[in-house]
């Protein structure tokens, strides 16, 4: 179509699908990545809820991430829970996984 063509559209076709993630506002995988480690690693946040942490694990490599090794949970006390619990609840709106969304929503809501 032709410009002045009375059928033309209005207005150009909008490419908001095809934009990138962190241009749309979502969070990026590597501050996912480290948000889900020190989840793991606090097991005063995540208990000893197994299905839990089997999608926190799950996720983490799916991102392509390793999870920590039981030994490795030990570290845990390096991060403070209440940053931790700041992190997630700065992450959630920006988190675009509905599936993990509802997870993390658990934690936070407990």
Do not use: F, K, Q
Not at 22 to 45: F, H, K, S
Not at 94 to 101: A, F, T
Request: glycine fraction near 6%; include cysteine.
């Amino acid at each position: 179509m032709e410009e002045g063509d009375p059928d033309a559209p209005s207005s150009p076709v909008c490419y908001a699908a095809e934009a990138d993630d962190v241009y749309m506002g979502y969070a990026v995988r590597d501050e996912i990545l480290v948000l889900l480690t020190d989840l793991l690693r606090r097991e005063d946040m995540v208990g000893r809820d197994e299905a839990v942490r089997a999608v926190l694990t799950e996720e983490i490599r799916r991102l392509g991430g390793t999870p920590p090794e039981p030994g490795d949970l030990r570290a845990a006390r390096a991060v403070p829970a209440a940053d931790v619990l700041r992190r997630l609840a700065d992450l959630l709106p920006r988190l675009r996984d509905d599936g993990l969304h509802a997870v993390l929503r658990r934690l936070v809501d407990r």
